[in-house]
């Protein structure tokens, strides 16, 4: 079965710098679709960035800002988010997800799920 196994959260301060990883099994990782969402407390959902394995294709949400940065490392069948310049804003937990569809930033496309890592920023 399809695993996704998140690490990298912690407790950072402002202005600080965190790299999530999400590890996948039991899925066929390239040319398929994964993703990073993000929900803090009291807030729904929302997609971060998005990445096709296996190839260039990237995707952000518009709050990104050029802070945050999907990558991958294929051999390892991994995918990465660093977070730069972190803001309080940014406490929240991250979760991986992923889908044979291109997925893009909505939820609604990706059945598999990680348990998600933690990020909490201090001022």
């Known amino acids: 079965h399809v695993q996704l196994v998140e690490s990298g959260g912690g407790s950072v301060q402002a202005g600080g710098s965190l790299r999530l990883s999400c590890a996948a099994s039991?899925?066929?990782?390239?040319?398929?679709?994964m993703a990073w969402f993000r929900q803090a407390p009291g807030k729904e959902r929302e997609g971060v960035a998005a990445?096709?394995?296996?190839?260039?294709?990237?995707y952000y949400a518009g709050s990104a800002n050029g802070r945050f940065t999907i990558s991958q490392d294929n051999a390892k069948s991994t995918i990465y988010l660093q977070i730069d310049s972190l803001k309080p804003d940014d406490t929240a937990m991250y979760y991986c997800a992923a889908t044979w569809l291109r997925g893009g930033l909505d939820a609604q496309f990706y059945p598999y799920w990680g348990q998600g890592t933690q990020v909490t920023v201090s001022s």
């Open positions: 990445i096709v394995t296996g190839a260039h294709n990237k």
């Open positions: 039991g899925y066929t990782y390239n040319r398929n679709c």
